[in-house]
């Protein structure tokens, strides 16, 4: 059976079999295509010859290629899955990435705004206009709860619980969780409600929070293209993504006080180890915290 015949039954596979969606299917076709492609180039007709020095082998040209150390862990990733597939399927005999060590992820430090970047950011769209209002109650919203990008666009009305000061969101793997809003987000949000969604909503009904200028809900790419405009507008040279609001969010709770567990639950994080991305943040507040006490007591010894 010809390579490029298996990849197809490979992915139609995933679509009908497991329900993926079409991005995730769409990101495992690229890596394996990849794969394919390097497997032609080193004459290595079938699936059945490739072992682990190939796999070492195709690893080490993406690095000479210069691919990202996170392009890689996910070429990985796709293999692996695709040769669980296929020994699965007796397409093979072995598996040669039960050999094969997932590179370690590098842990980047993820950027945040200043809490002086985060006011020019705030302050920067035109709340005399429609969008402008829509779009600071966002800004306001987003950086007061943390949300990623696809909970903000799929907030719907019954999810304000604005009087009670929370809201409700649904998170990845379907995960519930009840966020506290403060008040001058609640006072922007409500703001837009009264004032600009129903401007924006004209003769149309929808249920979703955050609307564009023709009535239907807010996409990623708006969010996104809106969010970048802003950006320039309060001359903030940084390259700020709507990810950077949720980071900025937990840095600066972390700074004022809270502890891991309490940003794990605001984020949704299901496990502590992503959250401990913020550790270096909770060291440097215990090493404040130890100097300033350790002065008293030196002082107090001096007295």
Request: hydrophobic share 35%; charged share 25%; aromatic share 6%.
């Amino acid at each position: 059976m010809a390579i490029n015949n298996i990849l197809m039954d490979y992915l139609h596979y995933l679509k009908v079999e497991r329900g993926l969606s079409e991005n995730t299917i769409n990101s495992y076709g690229i890596d394996l295509k990849l794969f394919l492609e390097y497997l032609r180039e080193n004459e290595i007709p079938s699936f059945k010859q490739v072992n682990k020095e190939v796999i070492v082998n195709y690893m080490q040209s993406e690095k000479n290629n210069n691919k990202a150390n996170s392009s890689i862990l996910r070429s990985v990733s796709s293999l692996r899955k695709f040769f669980q597939y296929l020994a699965q399927e007796k397409i093979i005999e072995k598996d040669p990435m039960l050999l094969i060590d997932t590179p370690k992820k590098k842990q980047h430090l993820p950027q945040v705004l200043t809490k002086e970047e985060v006011e020019k950011l705030l302050r920067s769209p035109n709340t005399g206009q429609v969008l402008g209002l829509r779009d600071r109650a966002m800004l306001e919203l987003m950086y007061a709860t943390g949300l990623r990008i696809s909970e903000i666009i799929n907030l719907k009305l019954e999810d304000l619980h604005l009087t009670m000061g929370t809201l409700q969101t649904l998170g990845k793997g379907h995960k519930e969780r009840i966020v506290p809003v403060g008040d001058e987000a609640i006072k922007w949000v409500n703001r837009y409600l009264e004032e600009a969604r129903p401007k924006l909503l004209k003769q149309k009904r929808s249920n979703y929070l955050f609307l564009n200028f023709h009535g239907n809900n807010l996409t990623r790419q708006g969010v996104w293209k809106n969010l970048k405009a802003e950006v320039r507008k309060a001359g903030i040279q940084k390259n700020i993504t709507p990810h950077t609001l949720r980071h900025s969010f937990a840095t600066h709770i972390l700074e004022n006080g809270a502890d891991l567990r309490i940003v794990q639950e605001l984020l949704g994080h299901s496990n502590i180890s992503t959250t401990q991305i913020y550790t270096h943040i909770q060291d440097k507040r215990l090493t404040s915290v130890y100097d300033r006490c350790f002065q008293k007591i030196e002082k107090s010894k001096e007295e």
